[in-house]
Nanobody
Framework: QVQLVESGGGLVQAGGSLRLSCAAS????????MGWYRRAPGKLRELVAV???????NYADSVKGRFTISRDNAKKTVYLQMNSLKPEDTAVYYC???????????????WGQGTQVTVSS
């Protein structure tokens, strides 16, 4: 079984920074896209940022220019550097990884348990 373990959430004042990490472990042949999603109170889960195995990135418009996603393929870890945080960034942040298997050949989603990020005004 694959596990994604997140760390780095917490409470920060508006304008501050946090760095989230998510490490994958278990029986892993390969990892394709890795990403971060978030769910704010009363809202649906939304994509924050995604990065391909080759390093191509995509961001939600609301975080462009403030958040940076990166990954270390050797460590099977994805990061989210969050700068200039706003109260509206308050949410539970979830790590996602598209796990590649070869027998049978398939790709499936794996999710972390979530980490709370709270931005005070």
């Amino acid at each position: 079984q694959v596990q994604l373990v997140e760390s780095g959430g917490g409470l920060v004042q508006a304008g501050g920074s946090l760095r989230l990490s998510c490490a994958a472990s278990g029986n892993i042949f390969g990892i394709n896209d890795m990403g971060w999603y978030r769910r704010a109170p009363g809202k649906l889960r939304e994509l924050v940022a995604v990065i391909t195995s080759g390093g191509n990135t995509n961001y939600a418009d609301s975080v462009k220019g403030r958040f940076t996603i990166s990954r270390d393929n050797a460590k099977k870890t994805v990061y989210l550097q969050m700068n200039s945080l706003k109260p509206e960034d308050t949410a539970v942040y979830y790590c996602n990884a598209k796990i590649q298997e070869i027998f049978p050949p398939r790709e499936y989603n794996s999710w972390g348990q979530g980490t709370q990020v709270t931005v005070s005004s």
